[in-house]
């Protein structure tokens, strides 16, 4: 998968996104990206990309030209029209399904926003879709950049050496994961769950189911709704959820 990401601080999104898992996938040829920077498509002696809003208001505003040059110049090298993110504060929230659903893209451009925002009409021309990150306002849209493609590279085959770590995780059939526990055994006096270490890995995989069952009923009623509602327990999961609600009534 190829990002195109275009900003005005290629530094920072470069610089973040090159270390550790995303860094080595790049590195192995999983993923490619590139920070376009508007900058450089500037029309003035300058290289000035902002001006004043028309109607007065406080901050600048980036200018439609530039935006558009740069995202024609990454759309000249692509055989077809990549969807264009805009991140904004006034997207539909970013979620892991929408990671699963940009991660079957070849190319995807990302458009990082700064100061008051960006020109709506360079919007209109090119952006295919508005995400957010979460209901705050930060000063630019490369922090989200970089939280979209780091979800959405781990999706990729083969950037997770483990690929089984992307198949149960928090918020597969809309469950948070279970607790995880590593060696030593015992440690600060609290022990590692028995069923772990006992290498029967149907009670294992009962045991966890059910804890995801708790901790999202205690963390994520809402996720935990949704779970149900489409059809995601069985019939026993649904019966150990029942207990959990009378134990919880009658310690109440
Ligand atoms: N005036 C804009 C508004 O009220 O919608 C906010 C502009 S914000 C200060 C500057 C840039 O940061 C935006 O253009 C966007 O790219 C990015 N940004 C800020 N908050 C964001 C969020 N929650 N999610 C995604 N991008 C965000």
Known sequence: MNFHIMTLFP??????LSTSIIGRAVNQGYLSIEAINI?????????????YP??????ML??????????EHIASKLSKKPRVVYLSPQGKTFSQKMAEEFAK????????????GIDERVLEEIVTDYVSIG???????????????DAISRLIPGVLHND??????????????????????????????SVLLSGHHANIDKWRREQSIVRTR?????????????????KKELQFLKELEENSTKNT
């Open 218 to 234: 205690k963390a994520r009623p809402d996720l935990l709704k949704k779970c149900i509602e489409q059809g995601l327990l069985s």
């Open 54 to 59: 028309y109607g007065g208001g406080a901050g």
């Open 135 to 149: 209901d705050y306002v930060l000063t630019g849209g490369e922090l989200p950049a970089m939280v979209m493609i």
């Open 105 to 116: 893209e070849e190319d995807l451009v990302l458009l990082c926003g700064h100061y008051e």
């Open 164 to 193: 089984v770590s992307a198949e149960f995780e928090t918020f597969q059939d809309y469950l948070l994961e279970y607790p995880q526990y590593s060696r030593p055994e015992e440690w600060h006096g609290k022990k590692v769950p």
């Open 62 to 71: 980036m200018q439609a030209e530039p935006v558009y040059q740069a995202y």
């Open 39 to 51: 900058r450089d498509y500037a029309f003035n002696k300058h290289q000035s990309v902002d001006d």
């Open 11 to 16: 530094d920072m999104v470069m610089n973040g």
